[in-house]
Each structure stands twice: as C-alpha cells, then as structure tokens.
C-alpha cells in the first residue's frame, strides 16, 4: 500500500492568504499542512527575508529590489493588502519568525534559496547557520535552481539535506543528483512520468513535484509514489487524503 505523500504549502496557502506571510503558513498549517515550502532572499543590510520575487511590487506596495532595501524599510511595507484589504499591514517575514513558528512543530521545511537572476553571496552559510541556531537542519531540505548554490551548502554542511528544483525532462535525473550530492529531486510535475518514477526511487532519492494544484494532478502524484506534493492547495490534498 502506497504511502500518502507529505502535504508541503507552496509559499503558505495561497489561494486564501497573502503567499509567503507568517498568515499564510499558519493558514496551511491549520488547512492539513505537513510540511511548509518557502523562499529565501537578502536585504541590504544583510538579514534574511521570505519572499518569492527577486523584486516588491508584485506582493507588496514597495517598488525595486529586495536587495536594495534595508529590513526596516521592508518591514514598513504592507505585504498584505494587494491579496485582500482582509490582510491590511501583513508583513515580509524574516526568516527567523518562520523558523520560531515551525520549531517544535512536526513539520518538513522547504527552504528555496533565490539566487539566480540576483545573487546573494553568503547566503547559504546563513542559511544553515539560523536552522542549527534552531535545531532544525534535520527537518529542512533546501532546495534551488541554482544549483551552485546546493553545492555550497553540501561543502558548508554534508549533512544539510538539498533538494533539486527543475522544469526540464532530464534524462535520469537520479544520476545527475549524484553529481551535487543531492538529497531530493523537486521536479515540475510534469516532469514526473511513470517512465522516469523508478529510477528515482530506486536511487533512494525524496521525490517532491511541485506546484501540483489540481485533483487529477494530485491523484496522479499519489499513484507514482510521490515522497511529498508541494501545493497551493493544501486544504484541497488534506481532504483527498482524509477520503474526502
């Protein structure tokens, strides 16, 4: 009998809160969450900060990049509104709240690094360094698709699970994760065949597609052994699983 896949929100629960606030992970968490994934970028003065978007204006009413910005200047922002007036003065979390959030929850932790299009020198090191300071290397898998930056945080700690975001059809994906000593694979979905599926688990690799948001999708991911489903519909996966 197949195992449930562990039920990871994409940035929260999206589709009811702001994505990546402390609003939206407790929302997921409250929706059947067993794992929470979000992102991680750097501020000007050095801090670590979860948001999806290299720059504000999308989720926020700042304007610019992330990286140009100071926390307090970021912590002045409303990152709620522009999702629903409801969510009026919702903040960019830092990453150290999220972490005081989930710590001492049963729950998996997916960190995205975002260091692709702009680039966060040192970032991994205080990365790892914040999820020892909580005793929550164990728990976590970071994940990218900077693949460098899963290089680093191997030579930084072996023992940090990393996990590999992608979107193409690699050819056994399996073998490439050797090369960077990877943990998981964190494929698009689409990427994830019945062709493809044992190599994967056979390499004894975490499988965890994402952003899986509709039923059959789901369904799907369950009957190919998915080690985990990353969604913005958390609640929607959470009743499949409850039968519902």
């Keep these: 009998m197949l195992m449930f896949p562990k039920i990871i929100g994409h940035r929260g629960i999206p589709h009811l809160t702001p994505e990546n606030t402390m ?25 670590l900060v979860l948001i999806h978007d290299e720059t504000l204006d999308r989720t926020t009413n700042g304007k610019g990049l992330v990286l140009t910005h100071t ?19 919702e903040k960019i979390p830092t990453l150290r709240e999220f972490l005081e959030f989930v710590s001492g929850r049963d729950l998996l932790i997916n960190i995205e690094i975002k260091s692709g299009v702009v680039l966060y020198p040192g970032i991994e090191r205080k990365l790892i360094h914040m999820l020892h300071e909580f005793g929550l290397g164990h728990k976590t ?10 290089v680093t945080c191997k ?20 073998d490439y994760a050797k090369t ?4 998981a694979l964190h494929p698009l979905f689409y990427s994830v065949r019945p062709e493809t599926i044992g190599g994967m688990k ?6 965890h ?26 609640d929607v996966l959470s009743k499949m699983k409850a039968g519902g």
Excluded at 25 to 40: C, K, P, Q, S, W
Excluded at 202 to 207: F, M
Excluded at 210 to 217: A, E, F, K, N, Q
Excluded at 221 to 231: N, P
Aim: glycine share 10%; hydrophobic share 40%.
């Design 155 to 174: 030579e930084i700690d072996s023992g940090i699970k990393t996990g590999i975001l992608y979107m193409a059809g690699l050819y056994n994906p399996w």
């Design 71 to 89: 926390l307090s200047e970021l912590k002045s922002l409303d990152a709620g509104s522009k999702f629903d007036p409801a969510f009026k003065n």
């Design 141 to 150: 898998i970071i994940s990218s698709f900077n693949h460098y930056a899963l």
């Design 180 to 183: 960077v000593h990877a943990d």
């Design 202 to 207: 056979a390499s004894g690799l975490l499988i």
């Design 209 to 234: 597609p994402y952003t899986v948001d509709s039923p059959g999708d789901m369904k799907n991911m369950i009957a190919l052994g998915a080690s985990g489903i990353i969604t913005n519909y958390c």
């Design 23 to 47: 609003a939206s992970f407790r929302a997921a968490v409250e929706n059947g969450a067993d794992g929470l994934e979000t992102d991680v970028q750097m501020t000007k003065d050095g801090e």
